[in-house]
């Protein structure tokens, strides 16, 4: 393993800040690992990898599990290199089945990006395949198998790369959170689960007694007229995940919160938080009682400081926070599943052996007609919904959608008739400002997409060319998902121009939230006038909003572009990015 900065920096941790300066080197900050009681995933920094990929025995629940691993590690190892380097991985596969790991967020070559069928025809079973590329960009990342179901079964880790500038925030104390959702179930028996029976894990769908609650609260007509349009759409508005705690164990480092990990950290010093949400179904609600963050970070891109109580992580995002505890006691590091059905958690402490009182969950909240987007058009002047089709008739969403107002939302044709698709939103708006359903009048100061504001404007500032709109889709009892009502076997290729500058805008046409992921190319976030707000390679769609980003086709090749809810993209939810000559 060749030794740069970060490795030696690392080495040198354990020196303490006073006998780093008296060799003339400026104090690092302090990676966990063999000096916690329960140590971060090995760190493997330098420019030169060997990675294993095969089947590795674990426990995490209590039973006997097995799990995809590289080099034998839930999560795989955190990767550290530096901005500027070429990197060489050779990647050995030991699994009986085909594999892959895609470099998430990463600009590259298409060849290196890792997507079996697309990129390159992926690692046979027993074989090998070399990784070089040279590394443009610096922050926290992470890298997974885009290989059929291996990333929920374990193949995931955390991705650091040092920047060769300084960066504009200091800090004495750099962790890495990685988040996930682990079951001990065959991802392709839950997949099979899902495409049956989608609402398995809703035991909280409304009861008599909600029924009198709301007539009491709403009048019996309003509650009445609510019931029967979600009973048309044959949805729940306790759906918030399609996977929920019933079947996920939640983890922090791997670790579920009985057997929390731990940071360790000195009063008054600053502590670099690098959340990864590696999970594959899961949006986290992140807090620690006691303390604000700093955000500063986000998927990787620097952005002007904001402080928030708490934040929403979706699935692929990265945030980089700082937090700065002044007493000498243990903080609960707290990532509530967005449905309210469980947690993980850290907990950073000044000695080894503390603890800190965990959190009750939130309220679940339930959602809404306004949710979803159908707002004041959603229903007749009796209560009902204004389209029969949109609420899943066999005969799928029709053009009656499209019907009334000049604020109506138009919908693509592929939609009309389509038995994949059970609702279509009316009024979408970008609503940036929302933190989202559930942290909503909290009585904490939540980030919002509108906070984030990157440090720097795109290098291409350029008006987009052409907008291509695409409608996220899908039919919730059936568990099928698409772009415009067409799953990703029966798509064409999205083809761009090399060099062009295009806008994407996204209408999210379902009751779930959805983080859209293109490889290869970042997404420039615009705000509600058009401008740009901030730089990403995930952009969380929730449902009845109507977001864009612009895209410069700078990477010529075939990249992918889907949903990140693995078991959506599994169902259909992707399409392919073709950047041509």
């Known amino acids: 393993m060749t030794m740069h900065d970060p490795l030696r920096r690392f080495l040198l941790k354990g020196l303490g800040a006073g006998a780093a300066l008296g060799l003339g080197l400026r104090p690092a900050p302090c990676w966990a690992l063999a000096t916690q009681a329960h140590p971060q995933t090995g760190l493997l920094a330098g420019t030169d990898f060997d990675l294993s990929i095969g089947r590795t025995p674990v426990n995490v629940t209590g039973r006997a599990a097995s799990a995809v691993t590289v080099n034998g590690s ?188 731990t940071g360790l950290f000195a009063r008054g010093e600053r502590i670099r938080l690098r959340f990864i949400n590696g999970a594959a179904m899961t949006f986290f609600d992140v807090r620690i009682p006691g303390l604000r963050f700093t955000v500063v970070a986000a998927d990787g891109q620097n952005v002007h400081p904001v402080e928030v109580e708490e934040f929403r992580i979706a699935p692929a995002e990265t945030c980089d926070v700082i937090v700065q505890p002044v007493d000498d006691i243990a903080y609960t590091v707290f990532a509530q599943a967005m449905d309210r059905s469980g947690h993980a958690r850290i907990v950073l402490a000044p000695r080894m052996g503390m603890d800190a009182p965990v959190p009750a969950l939130d309220k679940r909240a339930l959602l809404t007609m306004d949710d979803m987007g159908h707002g004041g058009h959603g229903k007749t002047s009796g209560g009902e919904m204004a389209c029969g089709a949109a609420m899943g008739m066999e005969g799928g969403c029709g053009a009656a959608m499209n019907h009334g107002s000049g604020a109506m939302q138009a919908h693509p044709a592929s939609e009309t008739g389509n038995p994949d698709v059970d609702m279509q939103t009316m009024t979408p708006a970008p609503r940036l400002d929302d933190p989202g359903i559930g942290l909503r009048n909290n009585g904490r100061r939540v980030l919002c997409y509108a906070d984030l504001r990157s440090l720097h404007a795109p290098a291409d500032n350029r008006e987009p060319s052409r907008t291509i709109e695409l409608h996220l889709t899908g039919h919730m009892e059936r568990f099928s998902w698409g772009f415009d009502g067409i799953r990703f076997s029966d798509a064409q290729p999205i083809r761009l121009k090399y060099g062009e500058r295009v806008r994407f805008t996204l209408v999210n046409d379902t009751m779930m939230e959805h983080p859209v992921h293109l490889h290869g190319m970042w997404s420039d976030v615009e705000d509600a006038d058009g401008n740009f707000l901030v730089r990403k390679h995930t952009v969380a769609i929730p449902p009845g909003t109507k977001r864009s980003f612009r895209v410069t086709a700078d990477a010529l090749g075939r990249w992918a572009f889907h949903c990140h809810m693995l078991m959506h993209m599994e169902a259909g939810m992707m399409r392919e990015v073709r950047v041509e000559e």
């Open 74 to 261: 839930l999560p795989a190892p955190i990767l550290r290199w530096r901005e500027g380097d070429t990197v060489t991985l050779r990647v050995r596969n030991t699994l009986d089945e085909v594999s892959a790991i895609h470099w998430h967020g990463l600009l590259l070559p298409a060849n290196m990006d890792g997507v079996p069928g697309m990129s390159f025809h992926g690692i046979a079973p027993g074989g090998d395949y070399l990784y070089r590329f040279k590394v443009r960009q610096s922050g926290t990342y992470w890298y997974h198998s885009h290989s059929s179901l291996q990333e929920q079964a374990g193949l995931y880790g955390a991705l650091i790369i040092d920047p060769r500038e300084p960066e504009p925030f200091q800090y004495e104390r750099d962790y890495v959170v990685l988040l996930s959702d682990w079951t001990d179930m065959d991802p392709h028996r839950l997949f099979a689960r899902l495409k049956k029976r989608s609402d398995y894990d809703n035991f909280h769908k409304r009861t008599v007694a909600d029924l009198l609650r709301d007539t009491g609260k709403d009048g019996l007509r309003e509650t009445l007229a609510d019931r029967a349009a979600w009973g048309r759409m044959r949805m729940s508005p306790s759906d918030l995940a399609d996977v929920n705690g019933n079947t996920y164990t939640f983890l922090a480092n791997g670790r579920a919160s009985a057997d929390a990990w």
